[in-house]
């Protein structure tokens, strides 16, 4: 499988940014996606995670304010991003786990710096 994130930069507080991540190599339909990020000097955490059969579950610092969804037609799952905060700043990762092996994929990240 492989993953790759597009959206990210350099943003102002307040505003907003959509990421993507197009996968292949797999069933894209049939697998668990999530969005993870790793700021400096920090753990890689989970922001939000979207189940093959669409059931969402968010971080509660990111609730209301980002959403996650997937369009499996074009193997692509999004991150939609609302009024950012400078603590948004991170690479952001994106996650696949294989339907069959349960094996976790990532991709290589993209950065979102908000400015405040």
């Known amino acids: 499988v492989q993953l790759v994130e597009s959206g990210g930069g350099l943003v102002q507080a307040g505003a907003s940014l959509r990421l993507s991540c197009t996968a292949s190599g797999s069933i894209f339909s049939k697998n668990d996606m999530g969005w993870y990020r790793q700021a400096p000097g920090k753990q890689r955490e989970l922001v939000a995670s979207i189940t093959s059969g669409g059931r969402t579950n968010y971080v509660d610092s990111v609730k209301d304010r980002f959403t996650i969804s997937r369009n499996n037609a074009k193997n692509t799952v999004y991150l939609q991003m609302n009024s950012l905060i400078p603590e948004d700043s991170a690479v952001y990762y994106c996650?696949?786990?294989?339907?069959?092996?349960?094996?976790?994929?990532w991709g290589k990240g993209t950065l979102v710096t908000v400015s405040s």
């Open positions: 996650k696949c786990t294989h339907w069959l092996s349960g094996t976790d994929y």
